[in-house]
């Protein structure tokens, strides 16, 4: 059995919206660069795998910071909802089913990282995140069949001690000073450990799987109902503009001669991983999942309106793997001029039309698309096929 209409384009539409702008930060525009589904089962996987690299490097346009670090933790938040739309919506698994749910996601989570490393070996700008993405479900794991309030205990314990312990690891106590990490390795601060996505990558795991279990309590929710749509918009402007607004005023407070670690822990800037940059993200972010649920309500001649003209968007959404996996392709195909040096946003226009009207093109006639079917296969081959629900 489907998810709910409502639910399904939830994960769509949500998904496009985030790749189209993930795509336009590491497909051109200015010299934006990279520096990093399916309803139902295979909507875990496809919602993580379009999350890319959306930071900037040269000469950025300027409407790039409303995305800016914002995407990729939309997408994480969106791996935790379809994570709990694809097992037991809002009653969590248990038993056998817990069992099944867990090596599901396991088996996704290792054609992840497969096709994460294929991508990463292209060569390309774009700091691939799908090997993050895999360390992430890896951690999701005990919580598959966690309740609404061990979820929430979850995500403010990872979005609190996983910035902090890593923080005090990376970040020098003084200027001049080096890491203990540093001291410890013999590398150069910022350290970067090779193949970690744990800690010290690009999209540190620990710190993203906040993202990934508030997502999980969001897909846990009635998501039909309206007053839960509201809800997510109010609240998530709420944290969204107190984390911001915190961390300015903290900085300000600081003064010029704060400390390398303090100036990290009171930021909010985008891609500092911060506390306070994972609580604003997390409020922007369950705006836009609230925002896309209240346009597409079915119920509504509106909502069915905006269903049918969001459709090439919540078909690139359905399929964001694919999508995802062959614009870094058509990357490497083109050659980094198109990352690094664009002349104009044609180059951006190009990979939206193309993915939106791929995308639709597929899904109309073919379905699932090509990865997404790889990893229903890998799943099935491994577990056998999806008892009937």
Known sequence: MRPPLTRRLLACVSNGLALLVLTACAAGGGGAAGNAGEPAGEAATASTAAATTDRAAGTTPEWFVVADGRSAALFALLAGVSLALANGRQVPPSGLALTRARLATLVRAGVLLVIGVVLVLLGTPVLVILPAYAAMFVLALPFLGA?????????????????????????????????????LTGMADPVELPMDEFATGAYPALIFLAYVLLGMLVGRSNLGSVRVQLALVGSGTVLAAAAWGTSRLVLDALGPDASPLMVRLASAAAHDDSTLEVVGNCGTSIAVVGVCLLLTGPGTAAGRAASAVLSPVAAAGAATLSVYSFHIVAISVLGNAVVWYP?????LVWFIVVALAGAWLWRRFLGRGPLERLVYSAVAAVLGPAPAR
Do not use: K, M, Q
């Open 147 to 183: 309740d609404r309030r061990s979820l929430l205990l979850g995500a403010v314990t990872a979005a609190v001690v996983s910035p902090a312990v890593i923080f005090l690891l990376t970040t020098p106590l003084e200027r001049g000073g080096a890491s203990v990490a540093a001291r």
């Open 343 to 347: 002349e104009s946003n044609a180059v």
